[in-house]
């Protein structure tokens, strides 16, 4: 009688497990393995920080691991702005899919006031990639490196306004919202607008349904079985984007751990959860800003100096 499939499991494991335990590993080796796994895992941890000084100043053509610090650092920020500004101001200020159609219903039920303000939230993240867009195309006009960090410093400061003062703001009305619900979608708005551009695209940080959908999009290659691939030479292998799987992955972690943070640091200190963000933001802007800042003063003390008067 032939033994079961799962008892031929059963004894190929064991089998496996006497080799690997009868085999002769010293000591030495088992250090040196670890060794390299521990300075694997610092350097992976060291690539992800956001320290690089082109992380904001180049466009277009950047590599993986800009994309990557951009990416997770960023999307930390709009994960806790965002969670910690539904529990200051009980709506999501980025979600703009669920505004519009929130907007639809209350017009639609005869709630006119409900549905202008949900419009209206709409209308403030629009001017907040609006004014983003402006300050970087005069940047850019002007030949600035700092033309993204200018509007993550403008980010901040509206941030810092948001801890210091979301308390007295949020008995104020503007376009039939509170003031910092309108402060909070137009900020939202600047920091999606200038990651879009940033990253050509590839990187969006204040809303994760295109990112889930591209998880799932990437997984479903990435577990496709090409059976018939050595049969058909013309068969399209499907494989899937590694670096792209990995990087929303990145971004799909952060945006949830910066939640978390924004959640609990406004359940503990309130509206100046935000005073930490806004500082890191100043962090990331400071240095293609005061690049910027040493370029300017040198031309200027040049150009004084060819024409004295």
Known sequence: MNPSPSRRLL?????????????????????????????????????????????????GNRSQRLNRQLAWSLAFVAGAVNAGGYLAVETYTSHVSGAVSRAADELTMGNRVLGLAALSIVACFAAGAFCASLLISFGRRHRFR?????????????LMVFGFMGYRLQYVQHFLLPVTVV?????????????????????RTTHMTGIVTDIGLELGRLLYFNRDRHRD????????????????????????????VGAISFKHIGFKMTVPLAAFLFFLALRPIMHDVRVRTRLLRQSGAGHPE
Request: no cysteine; aromatic share 4%; net charge positive.
């Open 183 to 203: 402060l909070l979608a137009f900020i939202m708005g600047m920091h999606n607008s200038v990651v879009t551009t940033i990253s050509t695209a590839e990187v």
């Open 146 to 158: 700092s033309h993204y960090a200018l509007s993550l410093a403008i980010e901040a400061g509206l």
């Open 11 to 59: 004894r190929l494991a064991r089998r496996k497990t006497t080799r690997l335990l009868q085999t002769h590993v010293e000591l030495e080796e088992i250090q040196r393995g670890i060794e390299r796994t521990i300075e694997k895992t610092i350097d992976q941890t060291l690539d992800l920080m956001p320290l690089d000084s082109h992380l904001l100043m180049r466009h």
């Open 233 to 260: 030479q013309k068969a399209k292998v499907i494989t899937a984007n590694r670096n792209k799987l990995k990087l929303h992955g990145l971004i799909l972690v952060a945006f949830f751990g910066g939640g978390l």
